[in-house]
């Protein structure tokens, strides 16, 4: 389950290079797609990889995860915003094609039923990638989150508003509340990724190496997950005994 890279580079491109070839052999892919700066270079490299090999991407469904609530799609923190620049519009994707849940919205609860229904009519997740919180959240579900739970609305927790906190110039600036997919809609995908890189990182992979499925660490539910490969880069695999790790050259 716990695979390792000797860096951040090789992970980003063995999954970009994975994401290209499930993207060639199925094209009308749905893809579950997560942000953060571990992302950054798997969306650069699939972009480029694009853009040496062409691929026809027009088939292609995306949902992503999350998104803050109060950040209209234009603002550059949003992660609407942030997809757009990172991957959307380098791959010439259509909005048509990208779903994400809407921060300003005027009925969230109808936003919330209508993106899970959404995900469940379009055949579901074939494949969805994570990141992970410094407290285990996947998504923005954060610690204590139901493991039955749907798309909704989070208030965020004091250590996750400090991590993120730290893409906007003007903390204050800084959303309380977010929208996200729920545990079991990530659940629901056909096959799951994480990811974490870096020496922050280290820690909560190791509490989630040793945890049990447990709603105080989000992310152990994958443990219970039939399909479900966690790649890390060496420093955020250092706390986790080296036997348990398949090194990925
Ligand atoms: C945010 C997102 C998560 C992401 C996490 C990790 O909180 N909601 O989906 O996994 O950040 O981000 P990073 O990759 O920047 O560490």
Redesign the pocket.
């Given at each position: 389950m716990f695979y390792v890279f000797p860096d951040e580079q090789q992970l980003a491109s063995h999954v970009s290079e994975k994401l290209y070839q499930r993207i060639a052999s199925q094209p009308d892919i749905k893809l579950g797609l997560?942000?953060?700066?571990?992302?950054e270079p798997v969306y650069r490299h699939l972009a480029d990889k694009i853009r040496q090999q062409p691929l026809n991407v027009g088939a292609l469904t995306t949902f992503n995860?999350?998104e803050y609530i109060g950040l209209a799609a234009s603002h550059p923190q949003s992660?609407n915003y942030y997809m757009h620049q990172q991957l959307f519009d380098k791959i010439l994707l259509e909005d048509r094609q990208c779903f994400l849940p809407s921060g300003t919205c005027n009925n969230i609860e109808q936003e919330c039923r209508q993106y899970s229904d959404k995900i469940r009519q379009l055949g579901g997740l074939d494949l969805q990638l994570?990141?992970?919180?410094?407290n285990g959240?996947?998504?923005?579900n954060e610690p204590g989150t139901p493991f039955d739970s749907r798309t909704h609305v989070v208030e965020l927790s004091a250590n996750?508003i400090a991590?993120?906190s730290r893409f906007f110039t003007d903390k204050s600036q800084m959303p309380t509340k977010?929208i996200?997919m729920g545990i079991l809609d990530i659940m629901e995908a056909r096959e799951i990724l994480l990811?974490?890189?870096?020496a922050?990182?280290a820690e909560v992979m190791a509490r989630l190496f040793h945890s049990q499925p447990d709603t105080g660490m989000p992310a152990s539910v994958l443990k219970q997950h039939p399909r479900i490969k966690i790649f890390l880069d060496a420093s955020a695999a250092a706390l986790i005994p080296s036997s348990q790790l398949t090194r990925v050259e």
């Open positions: 997560a942000t953060g700066s571990t992302m995860l999350d992660y994570l990141g992970i919180g410094t959240h996947i998504g923005f996750t991590d993120n977010a996200t990811l974490a890189t870096g922050h990182k």
